[in-house]
T-cell receptor, first 114, second 112 residues
Framework: DAGITQSPRHKVTETGTPVTLRCHQTENHRYMYWYRQDPGHGLRLIHYSYGVKDTDKGEVSDGYSVSRSKTEDFLLTLESATSSQTSVYFC?????????????FGPGTRLTVT | GEDVEQSLFLSVREGDSSVINCTYTDSSSTYLYWYKQEPGAGLQLLTYIFSNMDMKQDQRLTVLLNKKDKHLSLRIADTQTGDSAIYFCAVHKTGTASKLTFGTGTRLQVTL
């Protein structure tokens, strides 16, 4: 358990509304990531952060923004939700233990956009 | 960029061995990982192997790496119903800010 929590765990929202998902970690890891999981696509990286206020895009970043104002919190925002953003969202941290780069995951947020 | 492929589904009988396969495209991949995802849960790291190794064993799990063919496999000995899950392989490449590229996942079904 890498001390990662996500909130909310489930959310239903309407098309066009803004949505913010929160990832919280308790162990001061530098790297944090947001993925989405969809059938047939595995996990795809949306955005990641390599420090406070330092973020970068992943492979499916369109329609998403992120912020990291504190080491422990990484927020994912859908400015105007669309049905194509219905998915399960996972946050992860990289422990970078020695140099093995493994990632540890939160429990996920299931988002439904109607 | 990196491409990681897995077959979608595998069914085995309880007590048999399971072999889950993964292929990747980038020969500069340094660490390769196996994750397990149970229904409704996040991904759990099972094991990893460094690219200079051919094999790693951890209790019922054996990881084999064929660098020449860019092929990674996970063998689960004496498969149990509790092993039913989705298994993901993931690869890391040096200089990619600790980013991993994940395969599409293999759903393992264990039958009695």
């Amino acid at each position: 358990d890498a001390g990662i929590t996500q909130s909310p765990r489930h959310k239903v929202t309407e098309t066009g509304t803004p949505v913010t998902l929160r990832c919280h970690q308790t162990e001061n890891h530098r790297y944090m990531y947001w993925y989405r999981q969809d059938p047939g696509h595995g996990l795809r990286l949306i955005h990641y952060s390599y420090g406070v206020k330092d973020t970068d895009k992943g492979e499916v970043s369109d329609g998403y923004s992120v912020s990291r104002s504190k080491t422990e919190d990484f927020l994912l925002t859908l400015e105007s939700a669309t049905s194509s953003q219905t998915s399960v969202y996972f946050c992860a941290i990289s422990a970078v233990q020695g140099s093995t780069y493994e990632q540890y995951f939160g429990p996920g947020t299931r988002l439904t956009v109607t | 960029g990196e491409d990681v492929e897995q077959s979608l589904f595998l069914s085995v009988r309880e007590g048999d061995s399971s072999v889950i396969n993964c292929t990747y495209t980038d020969s500069s991949s340094t660490y390769l990982y196996w994750y397990k995802q149970e229904p409704g849960a996040g991904l759990q790291l099972l094991t990893y192997i460094f690219s200079n190794m051919d094999m790693k064993q951890d209790q019922r799990l054996t990881v084999l790496l064929n660098k020449k063919d860019k092929h990674l496999s996970l063998r689960i000995a004496d498969t149990q119903t509790g092993d039913s899950a989705i298994y993901f392989c993931a690869v890391h490449k040096t200089g990619t800010a600790s980013k991993l590229t994940f395969g599409t996942g293999t759903r393992l079904q264990v039958t009695l």
